[in-house]
């Protein structure tokens, strides 16, 4: 409908510019308008002091007549109105719906940002838990490795210090051992060499009892 109005208004618009440039067709096409005009602006030009030759001179190409003007300002005025009444309201409803629909995908662009640095956020949060979980699960190891560490630290320390006593009861047992046999064998190397010098032979137990209680008081001296 809209549509219809406006194209009787080009329509219209262009019936007043044609009309008004056809007078000014008609009077060039007329064969005494514009030489009755000439000649009346020349009989003034004389009567005004002028020459002839101001007379003769060629109209301007350029510059439209007066009617012309006047019709054309008239044309384009109503054109304008025409324009402005039923063109302006398709034109301003259409770059509403054009501003309407650009706002609409801003506001779309916006919500898929929004949702975006939701998603962001989201995957930043979960980043840090997972390396705060990384770095906790890395120091309970470095924690069970040091605990590990210091049990193998003291089981080692305990049994290097039971293998250093056993070694000890095993080291003063052969001591003992062999200081018995070394005090059996003097003792009786003593009585055989005692016998000979004496030449007497006296009991066994009481020279083994004799040698020992000196060998013993020999120990204590050292």
Same mark, same amino acid.
């Given at each position: 409908?809209?549509?219809?109005?406006? !194209?009787?208004?080009?329509?219209?618009?262009?019936?007043f510019?044609?009309?008004?440039?056809a007078?000014? +067709?008609?009077?060039?096409t007329?064969? $005494?308008?514009?030489?009755?005009?000439?000649?009346?602006?020349?009989?003034?030009?004389?009567?005004?002091?002028g020459?002839?030759?101001?007379?003769?001179?060629?109209?301007?190409?350029?510059?439209?007549?007066?009617?012309?003007?006047?019709?054309?300002a008239?044309?384009?005025?109503?054109?304008? +109105?025409?324009?402005?009444k039923?063109?302006?309201?398709?034109? !301003?409803?259409?770059?509403?719906?054009? $501003?309407?629909? *650009?706002?609409e995908?801003?506001?779309?662009?916006?919500?898929?940002? =929004?949702?975006?640095? =939701? *998603?962001?956020?989201? &995957? @930043?949060?979960?980043?840090?838990?997972?390396?705060?979980?990384?770095?906790?699960?890395?120091?309970?190891?470095?924690? $069970?490795?040091? @605990?590990l560490r210091?049990?193998?630290?003291?089981?080692?320390?305990a049994?290097?210090?039971?293998l250093? @006593?056993? $070694?000890?009861?095993? *080291?003063?047992?052969?001591?003992?051992?062999?200081?018995?046999?070394?005090r059996?064998?003097?003792?009786?190397?003593?009585?055989?060499?005692?016998?000979k010098?004496?030449?007497?032979?006296?009991?066994?137990d =009481?020279? *083994?009892?004799?040698i020992?209680? &000196?060998?013993? @008081?020999?120990?204590?001296q050292?």
């Amino acid at each position: 409908m809209r549509f219809r109005k406006l !194209a009787a208004g080009v329509l219209l618009a262009g019936a007043f510019v044609l009309g008004g440039f056809a007078p000014a +067709g008609a009077e060039e096409t007329d064969g $005494t308008g514009p030489k009755d005009h000439a000649a009346e602006e020349c009989i003034h030009i004389l009567e005004g002091g002028g020459t002839a030759e101001e007379c003769h001179e060629a109209p301007n190409p350029i510059l439209p007549a007066t009617n012309e003007l006047v019709f054309g300002a008239l044309s384009f005025a109503i054109l304008f +109105g025409l324009m402005y009444k039923f063109a302006y309201p398709a034109v !301003a409803k259409g770059m509403q719906a054009r $501003t309407d629909r *650009i706002r609409e995908n801003l506001d779309d662009a916006e919500r898929v940002k =929004t949702e975006a640095q =939701t *998603i962001l956020e989201e &995957y @930043q949060r979960q980043l840090a838990d997972a390396r705060n979980e990384s770095n906790r699960i890395i120091e309970e190891a470095r924690q $069970t490795a040091d @605990q590990l560490r210091r049990d193998l630290m003291q089981r080692a320390e305990a049994e290097v210090a039971e293998l250093k @006593q056993r $070694t000890q009861d095993d *080291i003063n047992a052969a001591r003992d051992r062999t200081m018995g046999e070394l005090r059996e064998q003097v003792a009786g190397l003593a009585i055989e060499l005692a016998e000979k010098v004496v030449e007497a032979n006296l009991d066994r137990d =009481t020279n *083994i009892a004799l040698i020992e209680r &000196y060998i013993e @008081q020999v120990g204590s001296q050292r």
